[in-house]
């Protein structure tokens, strides 16, 4: 059998192609040529010849993306000369490349290289492995046994067009199963009719008549006989049609999809050598890789996988001295992690180095012009919207460019690979040290388990993997929080408040029609991280899977759908995209919310429960102004400081009425928690008092200038004042 580096070296011959192709076609017309696309071909064809330890194909790789940046650098576009010199790399990777597919001694590169600026013959002051290997630059020719299977390039639309037949197919037995009730029930019909001849004969008639009632109805029971031979047979056939069609579901399956080690399993080793090269002591760990999905999903991802466990040990790696003191072990711990999680993908890059560098990032986005620099006195931004940034093109929080790091422009990679696939990216800092990368795509990429969906007269799917539950939920369920219809939920054990909206509101800004009295809407619960939103519609009519075909509408606004895919009968059906609704919610909350004020029961607003976030330092205080407020009929929610109180704000677990913080906190002040809720235009209305034992006067002023909507001194605290207070902003 193969062993795994052969079916590498064949996938290889085959992805290589793929980018010099790509290249190519750009430098046929170089005052069009997308230069960042011929970078990130470049730069993950470096990674790809990395990956199956071919030096010198990774070193004309680098070399050719090195002169590409200068020429991104410089604004000056493609000349001709630049041309000439990229095309003699790739010709060089080209032959290269063919070489070793021969089991041919590479051709010498050195006029490349020199070209370049790159020596002719790079060597390495280590091994690659801890097992002898051929050299890149003589490798000893393959034997049969070593070759492995041969891979051919199949377009990607052939295999669409299979699944598309399948889909055909499944329509066909659904539309045999409607005949068959059809059947059943001309079956029914044949039946009484020869129950009601009967009836008839039983009355009496002369013998001429008898002997045609009886020709008749041995013809009537034949009739009968032959409907039920029928009905048998096709029930029969469409049993057999559907047996078939599950086994070549799963015949497909076999094809499309794969185990993640066949595609990722190389990787473990590839970090182990890129540390021993950086001199970097590493620890490996990779799980999960048993969990399959399609081929071209996982290839998809290889590259961005490759470019974050690069990463992980270009920034992650530190200083014996620097692991000590922090408390770590001497070997930097790098994991690679797989998981299906509801129909989805899930791939996770960790290290325990020293993190990301917030500042950094920040610093670089600054320069990019992508953040407003801060001012002093400016609250501290939000770490998630920080980390965000990273995935701009030109951030890095990398000092310095090697051949590990690129040039602010891998993690811009790795998110439009992402995206590209209908999928996502999100860096994270890991507690208590570390950075992580968690990636998100479908498991295949184009079939999608679907909820479908009737509203406003139109019928809509919604993938399953961004839905909680289904639910259906009474006008006298449903409460006014904030202006906001909302309803109170159960999720893992917590009682959230989640924003209740009509989902043709969200599509076309429509009103939704009054329920009749006491009628339960059925809802749809969406989610995206820890953000919730229930979306009410007219009718939830099934789930299903369905294969989801590029669209493009431009009926609805830019990004909501994600494709269209065909029910029985022909009946369309749009896709849409949960992220894109969520999103739309939150720049139209209030506007959008005048919508569903007609879900909830005219009742439920005089009766409607307010929330307070108590925000102070002390536990004594803090407990005594729950007491204060819950006996008065408030709900109650707590934060130790403005940093977990900017946390609270911004998360979906509860709407927020009104705040009341003490001034003198650590980490954020209550001056910097009022600067930076009246600075975020999602919070700006949100209503402050101020609470502190600080009573001078340019104090008071400075709250009050700051958007406070009152002042209260903790001297002269009086609960009734408090009360009232807050009943009059209310």
């Not at 006029?111 to 097992?131: I, K």
């Not at 999928?423 to 909820?451: F, I, K, N, Y």
């Not at 650590?666 to 600080?694: H, Y």
């Amino acid at each position: 059998m193969p062993d795994l580096r052969a079916q590498l070296l064949a996938a290889f011959d085959v992805e290589h192609r793929d980018h010099l192709e790509a290249v190519r076609r750009a430098l046929a017309a170089p005052e069009e040529a997308d230069l960042r696309e011929m970078f990130r071909r470049l730069h993950s064809l470096k990674g790809a010849a990395r990956a199956v330890d071919l030096e010198v194909i990774e070193h004309l790789a680098h070399r050719l993306e090195e002169r590409l940046a200068q020429v991104i650098d410089a604004g000056s576009g493609l000349d001709g000369a630049s041309v000439d010199l990229i095309h003699l790399g790739l010709d060089a990777i080209e032959a290269q490349a063919a070489a070793q597919k021969a089991g041919e001694p590479p051709p010498d590169a050195t006029r490349a290289m020199d070209a370049l600026g790159a020596p002719a013959a790079p060597a390495r002051s280590e091994p690659v492995s801890p097992d002898p290997q051929p050299s890149a630059a003589a490798p000893a020719p393959p034997s049969a046994d070593e070759r492995g299977p041969e891979y051919v390039r199949v377009d990607a639309t052939l295999g669409e067009r299979l699944s598309e037949s399948l889909h055909n197919l499944s329509s066909e037995v659904q539309i045999e199963a409607a005949q068959l009730e059809l059947t059943r029930r001309l079956r029914n019909e044949s039946a009484q009719l020869e129950r009601l001849w009967r009836e008839m004969r039983a009355r009496g008639a002369d013998g001429r008549l008898a002997r045609r009632i009886q020709d008749f109805e041995r013809a009537l029971q034949d009739l009968n006989r032959d409907i039920g031979d029928l009905a048998g047979r096709q029930a029969r056939a469409n049993w057999a049609v559907g047996e078939n069609l599950a086994e070549l579901r799963e015949r497909i399956d076999e094809i499309t999809l794969t185990p993640a080690e066949s595609v990722l399993g190389d990787l473990g080793r590839m970090v182990r050598d890129l540390a021993r090269e950086q001199g970097v002591e590493v620890d490996v760990r990779t799980e999960g890789l048993e969990v399959r999905a399609e081929r071209r999903v996982l290839q998809a991802l290889r590259q961005p996988i490759i470019h974050l466990l690069r990463n992980a040990v270009s920034h992650g790696g530190e200083p014996p001295a620097v692991r000590a003191a922090a408390g770590k072990g001497e070997r930097l711990h790098v994991t690679l992690r797989a998981a299906a999680r509801g129909g989805r993908l899930e791939v996770r890059i960790a290290d325990d180095g020293a993190g990301p560098d917030l500042a950094r990032i920040e610093a670089a986005a600054i320069a990019r012009g992508l953040l407003p620099k801060a001012e002093p006195g400016d609250a501290p931004r939000h770490p998630d919207e920080i980390l965000a940034l990273a995935f701009e093109p030109g951030v890095s929080a990398s000092e310095t460019v090697d051949r590990l790091s690129g040039r602010g422009m891998g993690l811009s990679a790795v998110s439009q690979a992402l995206a590209a696939l209908g999928g996502s990216a999100r860096l994270l800092a890991r507690r208590p040290a570390g950075a992580e990368v968690v990636l998100s795509a479908p498991l295949s990429a184009a079939r999608q388990t679907l909820v479908v969906a009737e509203s406003g007269g139109g019928l809509f799917g919604l993938p399953s993997f961004a839905i909680r539950s289904l639910m259906r939920l009474r006008p006298g369920e449903l409460e006014i929080v904030e202006g906001v219809p909302s309803a109170r939920i159960q999720i893992d054990g917590s009682d959230i408040v989640t924003p209740v909206i009509p989902l043709n509101a969200l599509l076309e800004d429509a009103a939704l029609t009054a329920p009749a009295s006491d009628a339960a809407t059925p809802m749809i619960l969406i989610h995206r991280g820890e953000r919730h939103l229930l979306l009410a519609v007219d009718e939830i009519a099934d789930v299903r899977e369905l294969t989801v075909q590029d669209l493009d509408d431009r009926r609805l606004a830019p990004g909501l759908t994600l494709g269209a895919a065909i029910l029985d009968e022909d009946r369309p059906l749009l896709v849409l995209n949960p992220e894109a609704l969520i999103d739309r919610w939150l720049r139209n909350a209030r506007r959008l919310s005048a919508s569903a004020l007609g879900l909830a029961a005219p009742e439920t607003v005089a009766r409607q429960v307010r929330t307070v976030l108590v925000v102070d330092d002390s536990i004594t205080t803090r407990t005594l102004e729950k007491s204060i407020l819950e006996a008065q009929g408030y709900r109650v929610i707590l934060a130790v400081d403005g940093v977990d109180a900017l946390n609270t704000l911004r998360s979906s677990e509860a709407l927020i009425d009104l705040v009341v913080a003490d001034i003198e906190m650590p980490r954020m002040d209550g001056f910097s928690l009022l600067q930076a809720i009246k600075a975020d235009a999602g919070l700006a209305r949100l209503p402050v008092i101020l609470m502190t034992s600080r009573d001078e006067e340019a104090d008071v002023r400075r709250g009050l200038d700051l958007g406070a909507e009152a002042y209260i001194t903790k001297q002269k605290f009086d609960q009734r004042e408090l009360l009232a207070t807050i009943g009059r902003i209310l």
